[in-house]
Structures are given as structure tokens and as C-alpha cells.
């Protein structure tokens, strides 16, 4: 009885583990989505609105949840408040809080801090064109990944219970 107990918890554990990576992955995914999705909305304000940038980071805020809304809303007070720092300035120290908490790949971070360097100097068609721009590019990214996570979340799925069956087969 205890034997077939320990099977079962070895096996659940093992699988457990392999369940929590695949879950890892896609909460990455999730925070790339929801990225593409800060610069989409911004993408469009920009098209519509005609505001200038910290009121249209504080609108998409608005339509946000979460980091991204936090983000956002305090890039928009930050500047407004007028600290001396450029808009680039402070969008790359807020998304270095961001990214503290939710971390992305090296290339997707770089592209995303430069994003408020760039956005600064231009002008909205520019603006637009740029968004435009880095969101195919998250886009690109998300895809590659999610292709490449597909095929290692079930690899690492099939090792955590293999895994598991060897270590009772081992012990036992």
C-alpha cells in the first residue's frame, strides 16, 4: 500500500514539475501578447486621437489591466508632472520596473525600452509607422516561440512522466 502510494507521489510530483515549466512558458507568451497589445492600442490612439504621447499613454491605460496599466498611467503622470526627464527617459526606467517583475528575452526587452526613445522626436505618422513596426516584430517573435514551446512542452510533459515511471522503477 505504501509502496503504491510513494509510485503515485513520485509520478505526481515529476509530472507536477514538467506541468509547471509548460505553465512558465505561457505566462511568456502571455506577457508578449499583452504587450503587442500596449502598442497596438497606442498604435490607434495615436491614429484617432492626435494627442500627444504622455495623454495617450494615460488613455491606454485606461483600457488596460494590471502592470501594463500601472505602466503606463505613470508614464503619462510622470511626464505631465515635468521631472525634467525626456519621454524616452522615462519610459525605459518604467519598463525596467516592468520587466523587474515580468521578464522577456533580451531582443524583446531591447526593442521594448527603445520604444519611448523613438517614439519622442517623431511625428505621428512616424510614431505610427514605428509601432507599427516593433508590433510586427513582437508579433514575429510570439510566433517563433510559440512554435518552439509547442514542440518542447511536449517534450518536457513526456519527460516529467518518464522521469517519474524511472525513479519508481529505480527505487523499487
Known amino acids: 500500500m505504501f509502496r ?9 510530483g515529476s509530472s507536477g514539475l514538467a506541468f509547471s515549466i509548460v505553465g512558465e512558458r505561457k505566462e ?12 497596438t492600442l497606442m498604435e490607434h490612439e495615436i491614429a484617432f486621437q492626435k494627442s500627444s504621447l ?13 502592470d501594463k496599466k500601472v505602466f503606463l498611467e505613470r508614464v503619462g503622470k510622470t511626464f505631465d508632472e515635468g521631472d525634467g526627464s525626456t519621454l524616452g527617459e ?7 520596473m516592468v520587466f523587474s517583475k515580468e521578464p ?3 531582443e524583446v526587452k ?16 512616424m510614431q505610427r509607422k514605428v509601432l ?16 518552439l514551446y509547442r514542440e518542447r512542452n511536449k517534450l518536457t510533459l ?4 518518464m522521469g517519474g515511471l524511472l525513479l519508481t522503477i529505480l527505487l523499487l
Open 4 to 12: 503504491l502510494f510513494g509510485i503515485l507521489a513520485v509520478i505526481a
Open 158 to 161: 513526456c519527460a516529467g512522466v
Open 54 to 66: 504622455p495623454e495617450i499613454c494615460s488613455r491606454v491605460g485606461m483600457h488596460l489591466t494590471g
Open 28 to 39: 511568456y507568451l502571455e506577457r508578449c501578447r499583452q504587450w503587442r497589445e500596449v502598442i
Open 110 to 125: 531591447k526593442e521594448v525600452e527603445e520604444l519611448g526613445k523613438k517614439l519622442c522626436f517623431e511625428d505621428s505618422e
Open 132 to 147: 507599427q513596426d516593433v508590433e510586427k516584430s513582437l508579433k514575429k517573435h510570439e510566433e517563433a516561440q510559440e512554435n
Open 90 to 96: 522615462i519610459w525605459r526606467r518604467e519598463t525596467g
Open 104 to 106: 522577456l528575452k533580451k
